[in-house]
């Protein structure tokens, strides 16, 4: 919660790590549209395409703030997934919608150290696996509402 005592939707893109392309490619608003909700809160009146839309980012960024990171003490025990190898990790950027760059920044580890993990044939930790592996089921499990008015 921000200073102000509520989220905005520019505060929910942050905490999901989503642009206004990213959210707009996601959402099929025009960025002209997303552009006017964002200094918008949940709770504002609004077209009801415009309230699922608000909705639907704030559930994801509650999602994303629960689990911040792979430390994030949310996270649960890896069980018996197997680890993210390179091939997995590109389906949760895909569903996620997180670039390459911006999942190493959240791991922090550098783009190329990541890269190399992967294009070897390598594999995530079983924490950050898992980790991504939440984020990927709760994009999945919160898809985007039908948005028409």
């Not at 044939?121 to 950050?128: D, H, K, T, V």
Request: hydrophobic share 35%; net charge positive; aromatic share 6%.
């Amino acid at each position: 919660m921000t200073a102000r005592g509520f989220e905005t939707v520019e505060d929910d893109l942050e905490a999901i790590g989503w642009g206004l392309r990213q959210v707009s490619r996601r959402s099929g608003f025009s960025r002209a549209r997303i552009s006017r909700l964002k200094s918008t809160r949940l709770e504002d009146d609004g077209s009801q395409s415009d309230r699922a839309f608000r909705r639907w980012i704030a559930d994801l960024a509650r999602l994303h703030r629960r689990f911040y990171s792979p430390l994030s003490p949310a996270v649960p025990a890896p069980g018996n997934r197997p680890c993210l190898n390179g091939a997995g990790v590109n389906r949760a950027l895909i569903i996620i919608g997180w670039s390459e760059r911006f999942l190493a920044e959240s791991l922090a580890m550098h783009r190329t150290e990541l890269r190399r993990i992967l294009e070897n044939g390598g594999e995530l930790s079983p924490r950050r696996s898992r980790w991504l592996d939440v984020l990927c089921d709760g994009h999945i499990d919160l898809p985007r509402p039908d948005m028409t008015d």
